[in-house]
């Protein structure tokens, strides 16, 4: 009977499980993190300890064999959230084990694109964040953005913004998971933060926002007024949080009547 | 006045410039405020459907000239202002920390004289770059007639620099910018190109020769204010691609904002010219293609119905189908439907296999239009003949979206086919 393996949903966890279930000759039911688990009658549980040292000569051995984009590859998709993404590294990973250093040239192999397509995907979130980002300066002068993403983009954009916003404490919270970048100037920690703790802004903010939405209606020509071009760029999951976007589009519409 | 009056006037003043890229440079000063990629970012997008990267804006639209089109034009009875250095960088400052903007586009009116505001303009760049120790981007517009020492200083501040052409000839010039002449737009233009060469030359060799104007200059022209064809605009940016050393030229459709009599009467701006001008603009820049190969004396406009590359295809019959197991990247570009992206992967793909044609689909490579012009190992794929005209009526957009220039606005906003034409105007890959 073959098994379902449960890691522990950090990505060590999922690297000792990927480390263990390859040695073995036969095929795992599923790999999954321990809460996306239901239980299956036909189907053993294997939970796997997490082991550091494990993951980091299986990630070592992935980027001798493989390569870099490889292993940037499995790492993008790890921090995607869509369902089967265990397996899907799983086969990619298997496929690299015989094809090496070629194996993300096999572009019409549905392991291999199925992998590009869902990395592609979490980096091409990473940067639009990396632009939709809003800081709120708070009343204590620390810079505060939230955002709700589709995957768990955080350790992407994280070392971006310590470039960017260097002289500032900053938090990034990262609303749908309760998890949040926390920037001291010096270094980086994620960490949980619950959605109660909603911060206090600071009296400038509010002044600022209201520069920055009055430029935004300003900078349209509106000769050339293009709702949809607009909203296709700024899909509606990330207006939420953009000080601009929501009420010049209402607006927008209702001059359009 | 306050901060707001003015950025309202000063922004609305300023939103007919095209450009907004934040590319080319890569800037990283470590623990201070700010850091350039060299893929750009784009912040947000205005009701017109156009990307908002950088804080687009003009220190004044108080002006002394008196060009038709503009509208800061001095006989324009509209609000003026200007705003001090301090406030400006203080702003720039403020919307860049909310991650708001990628930098600054700072241009403005001719204010008193050219050098007066040039120097105006500088003592906003220099506080920003030396007081807040800003790593962020700035686009600079040099002013036409200032002198070249604070010119050079610019080129030394900024990340790119530009000098706006507007009209594509010395007669659309003279009759509708009559203070401005051609020369005064051009020479500054070529001593920056040259400029810009030297610095990389130097920079080549040791990195701490001094930045000057990393992203390179920019244009911009005024499409269909005056009776220029689009084989004159694309000769034009040709030759300034070849012989200035330009980064980018950028095409604004004309928005009447004045009435005048030497001016052409429009009723919406000519958008569908502006987007083949800049499909045009792409052929010319990555794939290979010179304006005399698809714009000639009997034929000097664009086809409006098909974009340029399946215009000249299908003149070309020729040359296709070609061999999608042998072509080289040349050859690939030059397949309808088939952009940087689709060779890219081809290539990669071949290097492991022969394609086949599920292969192009698992590629995700749109077949629409490459399907008349490529064999795969030998075998012909489309659903009509190699025939020009069949292909033709085939790819022909549906009677009821070809509409007109009156209409191009609904054309653009309506027809949800459009979209990927759309798309392609802002990235420019066919």
Not at chain 1, 137 to 144: A, N, P, S
Not at chain 2, 103 to 123: H, I, N, R, Y
Not at chain 2, 229 to 236: A, C, P, T, V, Y
Not at chain 2, 267 to 280: D, G, I, N, T, W
Request: proline share 5%; glycine share 6%.
């Amino acid at each position: 009977m073959s098994a379902t393996y449960i890691y522990d949903g950090t990505y060590e966890g999922l690297m000792t499980c990927l480390a263990e279930v390859l040695k073995k000759q036969e095929e795992p039911d599923d790999i999954v993190f321990f809460q996306d688990f239901t239980p299956s009658l036909f189907s053993r549980e294997v939970t796997v300890e997490t082991k550091k040292r494990k993951a980091e000569s299986f990630l070592l051995f992935v980027k001798n064999k493989m390569g870099k984009d490889t292993l940037r590859n499995i790492m993008k998709c790890f921090l995607s959230d869509v369902p089967g993404k265990g397996m899907m590294i799983y086969d990619y990973v298997k496929l690299g084990i015989e094809k090496g250093k070629n194996l993300d040239l096999f572009l019409s192999d549905e392991r291999v694109s199925k992998i590009h397509t869902l990395s592609m995907r979490v980096g091409r979130e990473a940067h639009r964040m990396k632009g939709l980002l809003r800081f709120k300066e708070l009343f204590d002068g620390v810079y505060y953005a939230r955002l709700y993403t589709d995957h768990f983009i955080l350790p992407l954009i994280a070392p971006f913004f310590a470039g960017r916003l260097a002289d500032r404490c900053w938090i990034i919270h990262d609303y749908k998971r309760s998890r949040a970048a926390f920037y001291n100037k010096r270094a980086i920690r994620i960490a949980q933060l619950e959605r109660e703790n909603v911060p206090l802004l600071s009296s400038e903010e509010i002044e600022c926002q209201m520069l920055w939405k009055r430029y935004f209606q300003k900078i349209a020509v509106p000769g050339r007024y293009n709702p949809r071009l607009q909203r296709q760029f700024i899909p509606k999951k990330y207006w939420r949080d953009l000080v601009e976007v929501e009420e010049s589009i209402v607006q927008g519409k209702r001059s359009a009547e | 006045m306050s901060l707001l009056n003015k950025l309202e006037i000063l922004a609305d003043s300023a939103k007919y410039d095209v450009s907004c890229a934040s590319s080319g440079t890569k800037r990283n000063p470590k623990g201070r405020l700010g850091r350039n990629t060299p893929g750009g970012c784009c912040h947000s997008w205005s009701s017109d459907g156009r990307c908002i990267s950088l804080l687009k804006i003009l220190m004044s639209n108080i002006c002394i000239y008196d060009c038709a089109y503009c509208v800061n034009r001095i006989s324009n009875d509209i609000p003026r202002a200007i705003f001090t250095p301090d406030e400006l960088a203080g702003l720039t400052v403020n919307f860049y920390r909310k991650n708001y903007i990628e930098g600054l586009f700072l241009s403005s009116a001719v204010t008193k004289s050219p050098d007066f505001t040039m120097e105006l303009l500088l003592q906003t760049v220099r506080l920003l770059r030396k007081e807040y120790r800003f790593g962020g981007y700035v686009h600079l517009k040099l002013i036409p007639g200032a002198s070249w020492e604070l010119i050079k200083e610019g080129g030394r501040l900024a990340d790119r620099v530009s000098v706006n052409i507007e009209l594509p000839t010395r007669q659309s010039l003279a009759l509708l910018a009559p203070q401005k002449t051609p020369d005064s737009i051009l020479r500054p233009m070529k001593s920056v190109g040259a400029l810009i060469q030297a610095i990389r030359r130097e920079r080549k060799k040791t990195k701490k020769a001094p930045l000057f104007s990393p992203a390179g200059q920019s244009t911009q022209l005024i499409v269909g204010a005056t009776p220029e064809s689009d084989r004159q605009i694309m000769m034009l940016s040709e030759s300034l691609y070849d012989n200035m050393n330009l980064k980018r030229v950028y095409y604004s459709a004309y928005v009447p904002v004045n009435s005048g009599r030497n001016l052409p009467s429009v009723s919406s701006p000519p958008l569908l010219r502006e987007h083949r001008l800049y499909q045009a603009d792409w052929l010319i820049r990555f794939y290979g293609f010179s304006t005399d190969e698809f714009l000639d004396e009997k034929n000097p406009n664009l086809n409006t119905d098909f974009d340029p590359k399946t215009d000249w295809a299908l003149k070309h019959m020729e040359t296709f189908p070609v061999e999608i197991n042998r072509a080289d990247y040349p050859q690939l570009l030059r397949i309808p439907g088939i952009g940087i992206r689709s060779a890219g992967k081809i290539l990669t793909l071949r290097k492991v296999k022969a394609l086949r044609f599920e292969d192009l689909k698992k590629l995700r490579i749109v077949l629409k239009r490459a399907q008349y012009f490529i064999t795969l190992s030998g075998r012909y794929f489309g659903d009509e003949p190699q025939n020009a005209e069949k292909i033709q009526a085939r790819l022909r957009i549906p009677v009821q979206d070809k509409k007109k220039d009156s209409d191009q606005l609904d054309f653009f906003t309506r027809d949800p086919n459009r979209l990927a034409d759309e798309l392609s105007a802002i990235t420019g890959e066919l």
